[in-house]
């Protein structure tokens, strides 16, 4: 495919771009990903819509430039993240709102996504450079060791992935890291990755909210913590490694 001359540039990351094309979405990859992993997020996405949850259409899987592309309908608004930053005071309402639909696409199953536990699994085998074989090894206990669930879980669930349209409606975006198990453990990751950025206070009022309106104790969901922080690892991201290793070592949230 080509994409037309008059292309926005969205949003700019180490593997991807991504461009506002008009009526269509494009996120381009750079040469070096995976075709595998190119069609597992289209492959997730579509599994995300036959569940029922409020996601951008894919329109075409293509090379643009000899990468690989995912091209989908736009959603017309604005996200949580710009929401919340136009106007802070509604941070608060943003924020209920925010764990609400995370929480409502924990109610939806399909049976046919990844399973949290073997993704889990093989992301922590494979960083055997980086974690010795008794770390991994005591990882690998502690996640055989957690409830077996089957909630959709998104897996990089932050308010920038959420755009919300005119009539307060929301489409959740991104779905490259989707899995099915225990929501806790995607609540995990949206709160390594804020405290990654920074961001320690929303990261602490995100926590305590998740947990009150799902009724979980924050002790519980910390129990995922060197979990998610090891699988992370996997992802390469160097400017990562220092932050996620220290969170491999935490016991219980403090």
């Known amino acids: 495919m080509e994409l037309p001359k008059d292309k926005k540039v969205i949003r700019t990351r180490h593997n991807k771009v991504v461009y506002d094309c008009g009526d269509t979405v494009a996120k381009v990859f750079n040469a070096t990903k995976p075709p595998a992993d190119v069609f597992n997020e289209a492959l997730n996405l579509a599994r995300a819509d036959q569940a029922g949850i409020d996601v951008p259409q894919i329109v075409e899987v293509s090379k643009v430039d000899g990468s690989w592309a995912l091209v989908t309908k736009k959603v017309a608004g604005k996200t949580m993240r710009e929401l919340a930053d136009e ?141 998610v922080a090891a699988a992370e690892l996997a992802r390469g991201r160097v400017v990562e490694k220092d932050f996620l290793l220290s969170w491999i070592s935490v016991g219980d949230y403090e």
């Open 87 to 227: 106007d802070p005071s509604k941070l608060d309402d943003v924020m209920k709102d925010f764990v609400k639909l995370q929480l409502d696409v924990h109610k939806h199953r399909n049976d046919l996504l990844n399973r949290q536990k073997d993704k889990y699994t093989r992301m922590i085998n494979s960083v055997s450079e980086v974690l010795d074989e008794s770390t991994r090894y005591d990882l690998l206990m502690r996640l055989d060791g957690m409830p077996n669930h089957q909630k959709i879980c998104h897996g990089d669930f932050v308010p920038s992935n959420v755009i919300v349209r005119e009539d307060g409606t929301a489409c959740i975006c991104d779905w490259a890291h989707a899995s099915q198990g225990d929501g806790s453990a995607d609540c995990a990751v949206s709160y390594l990755h804020f405290k990654l950025n920074g961001q320690d206070d929303f990261a602490e009022k995100y926590l305590k909210t998740y947990c009150e309106l799902q009724g979980t104790t924050v002790e519980y969901v910390s129990q995922w913590f060197p979990i």
